[in-house]
């Protein structure tokens, strides 16, 4: 029996087969390589030392997925494959909604062929909007802000739509909040084309030099010290996640939604000091206007994880920072050294 995970040459997607295969499971990886090298692949089997069955295939291929689930036995699909940048998402929403939503439809459509009812699938804290409740629970209302959190809630709702119609469906919505941090090797990690928009990757560009600067987008925020705080979680942990949701679908039918989490909120200063002080390094950074579309402060209850799944994040904001620059260290140009 094999897991199929789409999207596994990306960034959580490698931290994930990882951990699949550290833990026994065999792997089957379909990617498109739109956001990713296929070097991820070979160096998840360095780290592990076991193989993974690769696919250079695309969602939208009905039939390039279909060859895929003849040719294996799977048991269960985990969904990393998407788009996921805010900013594209506005400017190109057609590509968006025709690669996430339709995408998954295409491959729900395939999974339902082959009789596969099983799936874990990435959606985010994004779908929690602009509430400035904290900290936020599953059960909170949802809106989207962007293209790309209205994908994430039409496929939680096409998700929950499949389980009612159908009682075999064993679903795991999975809630990220900000994914950091990389493998401890430091062979694997996340690699943005472009200069990047999340924090991290931008804090260890500027540590390495590549950029200049970094921008932190508003200090007048009503926070402790003015900037926007989030729950980042290495993304090892956010992996381990996966592995557990999975388990629970052996027992479980229908829809489940859970947080992936710490349940502390960093501000932007915080990430900062944590970085410099983590690897001794000076990072370079000024006060700019806030970002449109910022919510001031978002962190995770993530006591839901923890109740049903047996999950919890266990590495610190050290680890995160030590990990990420680890990565950018070894790496400076991402898979393509
Ligand atoms: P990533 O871009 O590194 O990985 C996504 C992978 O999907 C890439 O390898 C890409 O090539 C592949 N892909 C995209 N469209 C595809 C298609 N049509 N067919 C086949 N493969 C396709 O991103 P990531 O950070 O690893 O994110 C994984 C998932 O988690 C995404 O769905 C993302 O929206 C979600 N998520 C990410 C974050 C984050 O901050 N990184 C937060 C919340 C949710
Ligand atoms: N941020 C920043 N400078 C940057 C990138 C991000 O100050 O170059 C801030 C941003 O305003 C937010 C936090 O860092 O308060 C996390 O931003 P990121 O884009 O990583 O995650 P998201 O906002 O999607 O949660």
């Not at 990393?80 to 805010?86: D, S």
């Not at 915080?270 to 001794?280: I, K, Y």
């Not at 266990?314 to 620059?325: E, Y």
Request: net charge negative; proline share 4%; with cysteine.
């Amino acid at each position: 029996m094999s897991i199929l995970v789409t999207g596994g040459a990306g960034y959580i997607g490698s931290h994930t087969c990882v951990l699949l295969l550290e833990a026994g499971y065999d792997v089957v990886v379909l990617d498109n390589l739109s956001n990713s090298s296929p070097k991820s692949i070979g160096r998840v089997e360095k780290i592990t030392g076991k193989k993974i069955k690769f696919y250079e295939c695309d969602i939208l291929d009905k039939n390039g997925m279909r060859k895929i689930f003849k040719e294996n036995d799977i048991d269960a699909v985990i969904h990393f494959a998407g788009l996921k940048a805010v900013g594209e998402s506005v400017a190109q929403p057609l590509k968006y909604y025709e690669n996430n939503i339709s995408g998954t439809v295409c491959l729900l459509e395939v999974m339902n062929e082959f009789n596969v009812k099983k799936m874990v699938f990435s959606s985010s804290a994004t779908v929690y909007g602009m509430t400035d409740k904290v900290p936020l629970t599953e059960d909170l209302p949802t809106s989207a802000n962007s293209p790309y959190g209205q994908t994430k809630l039409m496929i939680e709702q096409i998700l929950t739509d499949l389980a009612v119609s159908d009682k075999e469906w064993s679903i795991s919505l999975l809630r990220y909040f900000n994914p950091v941090g990389a493998h401890e090797s430091g062979s694997i990690g996340e690699n943005p084309k472009g200069i990047p928009n999340n924090l991290m990757p931008y804090i260890t560009q500027v540590a390495s030099g590549k950029l200049e600067q970094l921008s932190i987008f508003g200090n007048d925020y009503p926070t402790k010290d003015g900037t926007g705080v989030r729950d980042y979680i290495h993304v090892v942990d956010l992996a381990d996640g996966h592995l557990k949701a999975l388990d629970k679908l052996n027992t479980t039918k229908g829809v489940m939604i859970h947080n992936l989490g710490t349940g502390v909120g960093y501000s932007v200063l915080d990430l900062v000091n944590a970085f410099q002080e983590a690897n001794n390094l000076k990072i370079n950074y000024k006060f700019a206007p806030r970002r449109p579309g910022d919510v001031v402060t978002c962190y995770a209850d993530p006591s839901k994880a923890k109740k049903e799944l047996g999950w919890e994040a266990k590495k610190s904001v050290v680890d995160m920072c030590r990990d990420s620059w680890n990565w950018q260290k070894n790496n400076p140009n991402g898979y393509d050294d």
